[in-house]
């Protein structure tokens, strides 16, 4: 009787024991996986997004391809990409400019420093002229050539930017980065091609989120990133029958009302040739009749280069006013040396 009833105690205990070694057990795999140690900030999703349709989208495309030209002084800031593999890259100084364009595909650009012109530039739609005016007598010249052409980039100075060395970029390495400027990237960027619905041409909507930096200018934070949501709307040109290629995506931001704020253009091969960024719309013209982007960013990865362009005011921009053809011809009076990219080694089509 004793020995049964000290059996059964022993049980007891033992069973006792497995419990409460099978709580701790649980518990702690519990807080392990589930419980929560700290904190973790996470990019913030930027609301409310509105509501589009490719209708209305295409609709935006065309509005802002409305104008038929545009004439005003700008802010000009070049900066050279070639170190982008060794995460550099040199900002050159900015500088002023007045600029016009024309559709289809015509602009005369002069660039000044201190009041003093540097360069002058200008593309006919089919032809391009830079007129490099300052600088050492290395980067003085008259460059021509052909606007669906590719050229290698000029040779000004054999020994590159130094990685390495610090300092302020000044007048002669942006009359160096000016050397290779092509107006006519400027042209799509500054006045957007129209949509095309109709000759083959195709347009495919989609949503997309990016996690990107927080540049709203009521952040105290720095480094802080956000998500933002948008549209892609992308433009398939025809190529024969049951192909097609990608000609433009056009990003359209979507927090708190619809705005274009990107556009990529990709050559026949689908690579991308230009990536423009828009900002900061504002009325443009003296009865601020047309709202345009007064910020445009202008990068050509392939080229090696980022230009940023800022309407200095834009209610004082001129538009759609009617230019001669004679007005987008650039002539060489200052007599300089006539380099013709047509007749360099290593030209090809894009």
């Keep these: ?169 000044g007048e002669q390495e942006t009359v160096s980065a000016l050397s290779n400027l092509r107006p006519q990237h400027l042209t799509d960027a500054l006045m957007i091609r129209p949509a095309r619905n109709q000759d083959g041409f195709v347009y495919s909507l989609s949503e997309f989120f990016q996690e990107e930096p927080d540049i709203r200018l009521q952040l105290q934070a720095k480094g802080t990133r956000i998500v933002r949501g948008y549209y892609l709307l992308e433009e398939f040109s025809p190529v024969s029958a049951g192909e097609a290629k990608l000609s433009r995506r056009f990003w359209f931001d979507r927090v708190k009302g619809i705005r274009l704020a990107r556009l990529q253009t990709f050559n026949e091969r689908g690579l991308l040739t230009t990536d423009v960024t828009y900002w900061d719309e504002k009325p443009f013209g003296e009865a601020g009749q047309m709202r345009l982007p007064s910020r445009i960013e202008i990068t050509r990865p392939h080229d090696q280069y980022k230009l940023s362009i800022s309407y200095q005011t834009p209610a004082a921009v001129e538009l759609d006013r009617d230019y001669r053809p004679e007005a987008f011809v650039l002539e060489n009076k200052w007599q300089l040396p006539e380099v013709d990219l047509d007749a360099h080694p290593g030209k090809s089509n894009d």
Aim: some cysteine; glycine content about 6%.
């Design 1 to 169: 009787m004793l020995d049964s009833f000290l059996a059964n105690r022993s049980l007891v205990r033992l069973l006792s024991f497995l419990v409460l070694i099978s709580a701790i057990l649980t518990t702690t795999a519990c807080n392990g996986l589930f419980g929560t140690h700290k904190k973790v900030q996470i990019p913030q999703l930027l609301t409310p997004l509105s509501e589009s349709d490719k209708t209305q989208l295409l609709n935006e495309i065309n509005r802002l391809a409305a104008t038929r030209s545009l004439h005003g002084k700008v802010d000009i800031q070049f900066e050279d990409t070639s170190f982008a593999e060794a995460g550099i890259a040199e900002k050159y100084r900015q500088a002023d400019g007045t600029v016009t364009v024309q559709r289809p595909g015509k602009i005369y650009l002069v660039i000044q420093f201190a009041f003093v012109d540097i360069a002058q530039m200008a593309s006919d739609g089919e032809h391009f002229r830079v007129a490099i005016l300052r600088g050492d007598e290395k980067y003085k010249r008259f460059v021509k050539g052909t606007n669906n052409a590719t050229y290698p980039k000029l040779d000004t100075d054999a020994s590159g930017p130094d990685p390495k060395k610090k300092r302020q970029p």
